[in-house]
């Protein structure tokens, strides 16, 4: 089992940054990729980025990229999410999730969920 436990959510002016964290413990964290998905009310959870199990690969969806950052440090057991230039849009429950070997942009292929903590955008 692994437990998946994400922060750093919160209110955020349209243009601002915000870093999420996700602590992982339970098993050896760098045996997991691991990916941030979102979930606007009313809608699907989606994909928002994912990282491999060393870092050396990262994936993001169209909507963030060049404005979100994946990193992992495989010796605090933690992941990130750096979000700059936020958008109103980007409001949504941002989840974090693990999976063993290798790394996925499918939502189905990850084991192992957080909570999720919640990102609010003001324009």
């Known amino acids: 089992q692994v437990q998946l436990v994400e922060s750093g959510g919160g209110l955020v002016q349209a243009g601002n940054s915000l870093r999420l964290s996700c602590a992982a413990s339970?098993?050896?964290?760098?045996?997991?990729?691991m990916g941030w998905f979102r979930q606007a009310p009313g809608k699907e959870r989606d994909f928002t980025a994912a990282i491999s199990r060393i870092g050396d690969s990262t994936y993001y969806s169209d909507s963030v990229k060049g404005r979100f950052t994946i990193s992992r440090d495989n010796a605090k057991n933690t992941l990130y999410l750096q979000m700059n230039s936020l958008k109103p849009e980007d409001t949504a429950v941002y989840y974090c999730a693990a999976r063993p070997t290798f790394v996925s942009r499918m939502r189905k292929d990850y084991n192992y969920w957080g909570q999720g903590t919640q990102v609010t955008v003001s324009s």
């Open positions: 339970g098993r050896t964290f760098s045996n997991y990729a």
